[in-house]
């Protein structure tokens, strides 16, 4: 198949509102009710032949850039709506502002759209999030997916609605050549399969010496730590009360993460948890005669030494190529033993 045939097999042929249809922001969502507290609700798994749609709603990618992701998600079974801010570009935006919402909302409120996955992350979400009308979303969930700038996505749905989202790989991060790509990268893109279909989830990971023991159970939180701080205090702020916490976060000095430890613990963020997982943080180097003077494990366990619940380092989670699926909002089980530590489903 030619390029030019590719791209036009890839555009939806449905109607997506933009600014040229007469197409304006939605009222603001629909804030946090009663009736959503407490319950948690999980979105129907995927059956083949399902859809799953593609939208960019923070950086700029092209078609081409998601050839391989398109291709191995029709190979599992499903079919592939990609969204009209696939391939626009606004500077460093997949489109602007008012066309990454309108296809963002589109793919939400499409019933025949069973899940709904960013193709890359970057920055743009926090820009259009109140613009999204969730009310639709509401009566029928659907998976949302992705990690990084997407974490918005998954606290600002977890924080109001309790509805389960997938922190995953996103389009950018499948290989593409599956025939050629390391095992780690199959096991971590299978794994968004997995969690689509409703396999239960049961990760073992090697005991660290910072570690601290325990077991924890409750529904899984988290994402990453900068865009977690960087909501703090407004609607999309994360609930961490009896929820196991996971964070990760990669292009930050050691007292930046310390700052935001710190901004975690001063808000009761983690005062009353489950579990804590920490996953990949990718570092800069201190300034030379700048050193912080303490380790990622140092940082944490200085936040939470008061506290009992386990501790889990190392987990496979975050900006790198051992980057899990995992299932937000869902119950889960932490187990931190001396020899290895398991998260699992329920």
């Known amino acids: 198949m030619n390029r030019k045939s590719f791209i036009s097999s890839l555009i939806t042929s449905g109607a ?3 600014a040229a249809d007469g197409w304006s922001a939605p009222p603001a969502p629909i804030s946090a009710a009663p009736a959503f507290m407490g319950r948690q609700i999980i979105p129907p798994y995927l059956k083949p032949g399902n859809t799953i749609g593609i939208t960019s709603p923070a950086g700029y990618i092209g078609l081409e850039e998601i050839r391989s992701s398109v291709a191995l998600m029709e190979s599992w079974g499903f079919k592939v709506q990609v969204g009209q801010s696939i391939g626009k570009k606004d500077f460093t935006y ?29 920055y743009g979400l926090v820009r259009i999030i109140d613009q999204i009308n969730f009310r639709s979303f509401v009566k029928h969930p659907k998976w949302v997916i992705g990690f990084s700038d997407v974490t918005v996505l998954h606290t600002h749905i977890h924080g109001n609605f309790n509805i389960a989202t997938l922190h995953s790989k996103m389009c950018n991060s499948f290989p593409d050549d ?15 399969r997995q969690a689509l279909t409703g396999e239960d989830f049961k990760y073992t990971v090697p005991a660290t010496t910072s570690n601290r023991e325990g077991r924890g159970r409750g529904q899984l939180v988290g994402g990453n730590l900068s865009i977690i701080e960087s909501v703090a205090g407004t609607v999309s702020d994360l609930n961490t009360e009896g929820k196991i916490l996971f964070v990760e976060d990669t292009g930050e000095y050691l007292y930046t993460i310390d700052r935001m430890f710190w901004g975690l613990k001063r808000r009761g963020k ?41 501790v889990c380092f190392d987990f496979p989670v975050g900006h790198q190529r051992n980057n899990m699926a995992l299932k937000c909002g869902v119950q889960h089980i932490l187990e931190v033993g001396a020899g290895e530590s398991i998260l699992r489903s329920i």
Do not use: H
């Open 94 to 122: 997949g489109g602007t502002d008012t066309e990454r919402a309108a296809d963002l909302q589109q793919m939400l409120d499409d019933p025949q759209i069973g899940a709904v996955i960013c193709a890359r992350g970057g």
């Open 178 to 192: 599956w025939a050629k790509a390391e095992p780690i990268q199959i096991s971590t893109i299978l794994s968004v």
């Open 270 to 310: 983690l005062d009353r948890l489950a579990g804590l997982v920490i996953g990949g943080f990718k570092l800069k180097p201190d300034d030379s005669g700048e050193e912080f003077g303490k380790s990622i494990e140092q940082i944490v366990m200085e936040k939470v030494s008061e506290y009992n619940y386990p």
């Open 16 to 18: 997506v509102l933009s």
